[in-house]
Nanobody, 120 residues
Framework: QVQLVESGGGLVQPGGSLRLSCVAS????????MGWYRQAPGKERELVAD???????NYGDPAKGRFTISRDNAKNTLYLQMNSLKSEDTAVYYC??????????????WGKGTLVTVSS
């Protein structure tokens, strides 16, 4: 069973930076598409960024130009470097593991999340 553990969240001032990490276990990390999603109070969960097993990246609009997603397959770890943080980036950030079975069905696994609070 895939397990994902996020870390790196916390309180940061507007304009500051944070780096989130997600350590995966229980699966073949190198074949998974990995992603970061976030959910703010009263809002739906949204894509922040994802990265394919080949390293192709995709960013949600709020993240473009400010966040960078990366992965280290040797360490089974996913990262999210967040710069120029704004108050609207305040949310719980979730690590996501996605893979597809032989039928083309997507299977998702989620971490428990890490809280990022951007406030002065």
């Amino acid at each position: 069973q895939v397990q994902l553990v996020e870390s790196g969240g916390g309180l940061v001032q507007p304009g500051g930076s944070l780096r989130l990490s997600c350590v995966a276990s229980g699966g073949i990390f190198s074949i998974a598409t990995m992603g970061w999603y976030r959910q703010a109070p009263g809002k739906e969960r949204e894509l922040v960024a994802d990265i394919s097993n080949r390293g192709r990246t995709n960013y949600g609009d709020p993240a473009k130009g400010r966040f960078t997603i990366s992965r280290d397959n040797a360490k089974n770890t996913l990262y999210l470097q967040m710069n120029s943080l704004k108050s609207e980036d305040t949310a719980v950030y979730y690590c996501n593991w996605a893979q597809w079975n032989y039928n083309g069905e997507r299977m998702d696994y989620w971490g428990k999340g890490t809280l990022v609070t951007v406030s002065s």
